[in-house]
């Protein structure tokens, strides 16, 4: 009996650990909609030209170019959407502060459950609660 509730239990923390994680494309998604927000215009590929120029950023990652005389800032999505999205100063500024103000708002969250989990009382359940 014992052998089966330790199966059990590392089949059930198995499915909890893959159900958080998060795939390439997803979080290449989380990211496309906090660039888009943000005020990064998405210009789609449609010559094999653009397809190429595209091929020669580091996908998933935002890189500084300059035009004009100006600098600008262009994220290459090859996966979810086969686009580049290109933003100027402000929309950076304006990414930089939502990724800030996401990343506070998990941090609460998990502060949230840590402090749920220290409110847990262990005691009721009885002595060796884990052998069962």
Not at 51 to 80: C, H, I, M, S, W
């Amino acid at each position: 009996m014992k052998l089966r509730w330790s199966t059990l239990l590392l089949a059930m923390s198995t499915c909890i650990a893959i159900s958080g994680c998060a795939t390439p494309v997803e979080r290449a998604n989380e990211k496309n909609d906090l660039l888009a927000a943000a005020g990064f215009h998405i210009v789609p590929v449609t010559t094999d030209q653009q397809r190429a120029q595209l091929e020669t950023l580091p996908p998933n990652r935002v890189v500084q170019k300059v035009k004009d005389g100006k600098l600008a800032f262009l994220y290459a999505d090859p996966y979810a959407c086969g686009c580049l999205y290109i933003g100027d100063e402000n929309a950076w500024d304006n990414y930089k502060r939502e990724q800030l103000q996401q990343n506070l708002v998990t941090q609460e969250r998990m502060n949230a459950e840590m402090n749920e989990n220290a409110a847990w009382n262990w005691n009721m359940w009885g002595p060796g609660w884990w052998a069962y």
